[in-house]
């Protein structure tokens, strides 16, 4: 069949990874921060990466590539950047990438060490971004000049160039001020014109569409916010023209408003919320394109595409040119290419699609749209493998099934209350007041990773690579001895990352070796794929956990990552309720921890720290899933004596709205991030009596400045107020996994004098 270049349905992405498939991003910022490689080297890198993706976008047959949504740390730093919009402390007069990279990580190879600014979840994702700080005086003004020479680069090239922009109300929105008395919004105004400059300096550069990123648009909104967007899009009415994108959610409650705006056409996430097409569809104005998001960037199951064939033909039908295809939300969520993964199994490999291999699934979609037979069987051919899952005998344990189905309310609680466990607990482990402790993990050395290459490539034996992590356990220990600390851990030498090393030993999953994700800045991760059932073969942390204890008479914690963030963290199964996928997680560390109270394991850390970002967008759907997550995490804890003491953690969540859930979790002690802040966090304990105890953490470990012993004696004082002094525990905010030793030390060093010098002046008060 001959399609006409008029009725063509338009393909694009996005966004897509900017790390590099072999991390070379990540590997090029931390030699550049430590003076290693000059700043033109850094450059090249990035611009290298650049162009490998857009021709990886041209090479799969979009239409457009997706300029701008590159970043040397975070998109949504950048359009701070881009705005001339950075904290006062950090303001030189003369923005440059290391102003970045200061406001960041509180440090770059030149400039000032100030506080960085603070680091939050992008919605409900694992991908953090650096949180905008907004004044009344705040003033915007387009000088930093990466978007445009981007764009300028991309054309040069010979691509045809789609910028991304994050939209002006979403920017507003994921800030907050840092004054009282005003509100943000109302900045928009001022904040309007800075857009304006920066549409006609695209349109000076020869841009047709502009994709406006706005996923607020997602959430239910207070009325001021949503009826924001009127103003906002009547300014930036220009001669470029806008894609207005949307996604995580539906955005049907918005839609009323959202056809009002003078916008060329809107983006839609058919992933995350397939029930919205028909509605946005009849909506739609006429002079509107729509961009259809039904490739999903956050998972990597390969797309059933004789199924979004059946979905998008009345569309096309409907639609013509007008309908567009892409991807769900940015392709940043995702691995970049399948075909480096040689290692999987070939029956889970044919169920997968990285982002590499999702820009032919748009283009594939796209041309079976358009009529070409031959796209169409296309389609068909590589929809068999997905649809053939469904009854693999690889996917489905009647066993698992059996005991998920048998979990009963009482399985989820403790022996004891809470007022009874304490008691027992505080005999049984004798602790100081201010309990010191760390998260769980110490830095990974080089020796380390080197020794786990070496082991998984078959170069080091089994006996040998075991006899080193050994090794570092004891280092580990004796350090902390040193320190003086009082509850140790064993540091997670043997451990690559928190949810992975679990994923290898569970049954249940696949890893793999390059499937690398972006979590903030350098920091990357590599999410396993969840399979089928799972369930817990052996045990998995036991043997380290009594190892470390037999080396030191303080108390050494055992520790798990826990059911709601090892979902959370992983790349979930699509054919299963992530409430049920949570509740095998549980079972099967329900008998981790029986198993490690069994060998004498007087303290277990079961770690949370996903469970905010878990939430649904729509505050009005929080409860449900906050209820089977917090009894996931009971189920899996509830198997402990009430003389074991649970821990828990949870790092970049705000608590205000889910305190009670908090609380639910019932965990003996509860460690969180809050020095970032400056202690803000416990705000959300003001109004909620808190019942446990708490370690808010008191010095930043994404940041490489060290805490003074004043500054955490400040932060403990301020904690003192909020939460009795008999319940607290002192703490970092995060693990050391990614800090090293120099620094790890000298910061805990400050911790533990601090700690002293406020139980002395505990002490002589109490006299």
């Not at 009547?234 to 056809?259: E, M």
């Not at 075909?339 to 594939?364: G, H, M, N």
């Not at 080091?460 to 280092?475: C, P, Q, V």
């Not at 905010?612 to 409860?623: A, F, I, T």
Request: aromatic share 8%.
């Amino acid at each position: 069949m001959t399609i006409t270049t008029e009725n063509k349905t338009v393909t694009h992405i996005l966004g897509y990874p900017r790390v590099g498939s072999q991390r070379e991003l990540k590997f090029a910022q931390e030699k550049y921060w430590r003076g290693e490689i000059e700043q033109s080297e850094l450059k090249e890198v990035g611009s290298l990466l650049r162009h490998r993706h857009w021709g990886d976008q041209v090479g799969a047959g979009l239409d457009y590539v997706s300029v701008g949504d590159f970043a040397w740390y975070d998109h949504v730093l950048n359009t701070s950047m881009l705005l001339g919009h950075i904290p006062k402390r950090h303001d030189n007069g003369f923005p440059d990438l290391d102003t970045l990279f200061r406001i960041a990580r509180g440090k770059a190879p030149t400039g000032c060490s100030c506080a960085a600014s603070d680091m939050t979840k992008w919605f409900n994702t694992n991908y953090h971004y650096i949180v905008p700080e907004f004044t009344e005086d705040d003033q915007f003004n387009v000088s930093w000049q990466q978007l445009f020479e981007e764009v300028a680069e991309a054309k040069k090239a010979g691509h045809k160039v789609k910028p991304v922009l994050l939209g002006p109300v979403s920017y507003l929105w994921l800030g907050k001020e840092k004054e009282e008395g005003f509100d943000r919004l109302s900045l928009l105004p001022r904040l309007l014109a800075a857009y304006q400059q920066i549409l006609s300096k695209l349109e000076a550069l020869g841009v047709e569409w502009v994709q406006i990123d706005e996923p607020v648009l997602a959430l239910e909104l207070p009325k001021p916010w949503a009826e924001s967007f009127k103003l906002a899009y009547q300014v930036l009415n220009g001669n470029t023209k806008l894609l207005l994108t949307t996604y995580f959610d539906n955005i049907t409650h918005h839609l009323d408003k959202i056809v009002e705006l003078n916008i060329d056409g809107l983006h839609i996430d058919l992933s995350a919320a397939p029930e919205q097409l028909n509605a946005v569809v009849d909506a739609l104005p006429e002079n509107w394109v729509l961009s259809a998001g039904v490739v999903n960037g956050r998972n990597v199951w390969r797309a059933d595409l004789s199924h979004v064939l059946d979905v998008l033909q009345p569309v096309k039908a409907k639609l013509g040119q007008r309908l567009w295809v892409g991807s769900s939300c940015s392709l940043l969520h995702s691995p970049i290419d399948l075909d480096l993964e040689t290692d999987l199994s070939p029956e889970v490999r044919q169920w997968l699609s990285f982002a590499k291999q999702k820009c032919r699934e748009i283009s594939l979609v796209a041309q079976a749209l358009d009529g070409n037979d031959i796209a169409i069987q296309e389609c068909a051919k590589y929809s068999a493998p997905i649809k053939a899952r469904v009854t693999s005998a690889l996917v489905n344990n009647p066993d698992v099934r059996q005991r998920t189905n048998a979990i009963t309310a009482a399985l989820a609680e403790r022996k004891a209350p809470y007022a009874e466990r304490t008691r027992q607990q505080r005999a049984a482990l004798n602790l100081p007041l201010l309990p010191t402790t760390t998260i769980g993990s110490f830095p990974q050395t080089n020796e380390i990773r080197t020794q786990r290459r070496d082991f998984k490539a078959g170069l080091l034996s089994e006996s040998d690579y075991n006899t080193a992590l050994k090794g570092h356990i004891a280092d580990a220990i004796q350090r902390q001895e040193d320190l003086d600390l009082d509850v140790f851990v064993h540091g997670e030498a043997e451990r690559n990352d928190m949810v992975e090393y679990f994923a290898e030993l569970l049954e249940g999953f696949a890893v793999t070796r390059f499937g690398w994700v972006q979590s903030y800045g350098s920091r990357c991760v590599k999410p396993a794929v969840i399979v089928s059932d799972i369930y817990r073969a052996k045990p998995m942390t036991v043997e380290w956990a009594t190892y470390a204890q037999s080396l030191t008479d303080k108390l050494v914690k055992g520790m798990l990552t826990g059911p709601v963030t090892i979902l959370g963290w992983t790349f979930p199964r699509e054919d299963l309720p992530r409430e049920g996928i949570a509740n095998q997680i549980a079972l099967a560390l329900r008998d981790e921890v029986s198993d490690l109270q069994a060998a004498g394991i007087k303290i277990i850390q079961i770690d949370e720290p996903a469970i905010r970002e878990g939430l649904p967008l729509k505050e009005s759907q929080w409860q449900a899933y906050l209820d089977w997550a917090v009894n996931a995490f009971k189920i899996s804890a509830a198997s402990a004596e009430p003389q074991t003491q649970i821990h828990t953690h949870m790092c970049y969540s705000e608590f205000n709205h889910i305190i009670k859930s908090v609380a639910a979790l019932d965990a003996d002690v509860i460690t969180i991030e809050t020095s970032r802040s400056d202690m803000e966090l416990l705000k959300a304990f003001e109004e909620f009596d808190y019942p446990n105890e708490i370690g808010p953490g008191v010095y930043d470990i994404h940041s490489p400045n060290i805490p003074s012993i004043e500054q955490i004696v400040h932060l403990v004082e301020k904690a003192e107020t909020l939460i009795p002094i008999e319940r607290l525990w002192i703490n970092p905010d995060c693990g050391l996994k990614t800090r090293n030793w120099e620094e790890t030390e000298a910061a805990l060093r400050s911790m533990v004098e601090a700690t002293k010098k406020l139980r002395e002046q505990w002490q002589a008060k109490a006299v």
